[in-house]
């Protein structure tokens, strides 16, 4: 299977940066788009940037202009560089990714595959 194992969470004041990183690894074929969504406490899963495997991004509203998706395809590593961070931006990070398995190479079925999650803190 497919494993996402994200890092760079951390605690960071008001105004500060941190650069999240996530590696897909396992029986890959291809990695398709990927992503980044965060969870803050009581609120619901939302999607903070994605980015298909040609490059190109989509953003929240609430992200543009601070964050910036980018990937490392010969890696399967997608990075989250955040500048400009605000307390809002608090929550656990999830790394998100649509695989094709190397035992799937025939009929290239995409899954859908989630990491663990790293918490993010961002102090006023």
């Known amino acids: 299977q497919v494993q996402l194992v994200e890092s760079g969470g951390g605690l960071v004041q008001a105004g500060g940066s941190l650069r999240l990183s996530c590696a897909a690894s396992?029986?890959?074929?291809?990695?398709?788009?990927m992503g980044w969504y965060r969870q803050a406490p009581g609120k619901r899963r939302e999607l903070v940037a994605a980015?298909?495997?040609?490059?190109?991004?989509n953003y929240a509203d609430s992200v543009k202009g601070r964050f910036t998706i980018s990937r490392d395809n010969a890696k399967n590593t997608v990075y989250l560089q955040m500048n400009s961070l605000k307390p809002e931006d608090t929550a656990v990070y999830y790394c998100?990714?649509?695989?094709?398995?190397?035992?799937?190479?025939?009929?290239?079925?995409?899954?859908?595959?989630w990491g663990q999650g790293t918490q993010v803190t961002v102090s006023s």
């Open positions: 396992g029986s890959i074929f291809r990695v398709n788009g």
């Open positions: 998100n990714a649509d695989a094709i398995l190397a035992s799937d190479v025939v009929l290239r079925r995409t899954y859908n595959y």
């Open positions: 980015i298909t495997s040609g490059g190109s991004t």
